[in-house]
Nanobody
Framework: QVQLVESGGGLVQAGGSLRLSCAASGRTFSDYVMAWFRQGPGKEREFVAAISRVGGMTRYVDSVKGRFTISRDNAKNTAYLQMDTLNPEDTAVYYC??????????????????WGQGTQVTVSL
């Protein structure tokens, strides 16, 4: 089992940037595909981005392509989500997730194995 703790959320003005971090513990970090999800007010949880075990492959939801960048540092057991050009529609609780399966599976974008507790991101006009 792996434990995930997100940090880096906060309040930012539209057009600004934030970087979220996800610290993992408990198992070998590089055994897991890492992903970020978010849930906005009154909305369902949605997949945001995923990264393969050694970071060579990434995938994003269309609404964040070109603005968000997912990365990982396996030596630090940490995944990141760099968010640029934020807009109010990005306001949500952001969750880090880890999955033992293949990077290309649907499960990575829907129901990964482990979840963090979430961090709030609020984008104001």
């Amino acid at each position: 089992q792996v434990q995930l703790v997100e940090s880096g959320g906060g309040l930012v003005q539209a057009g600004g940037s934030l970087r979220l971090s996800c610290a993992a513990s408990g198992r070998t970090f590089s055994d897991y595909v890492m992903a970020w999800f978010r849930q906005g007010p009154g909305k369902e949880r949605e997949f945001v981005a995923a990264i393969s075990r050694v970071g060579g492959m990434t995938r994003y939801v269309d609404s964040v392509k070109g603005r968000f960048t997912i990365s990982r540092d396996n030596a630090k057991n940490t995944a990141y989500l760099q968010m640029d050009t934020l807009n109010p529609e990005d306001t949500a609780v952001y969750y880090c997730a880890a999955d033992r399966g293949s990077f290309t599976t649907t499960r990575v974008t829907t129901e990964p194995d482990y979840w963090g507790q979430g961090t709030q991101v609020t984008v104001s006009l």
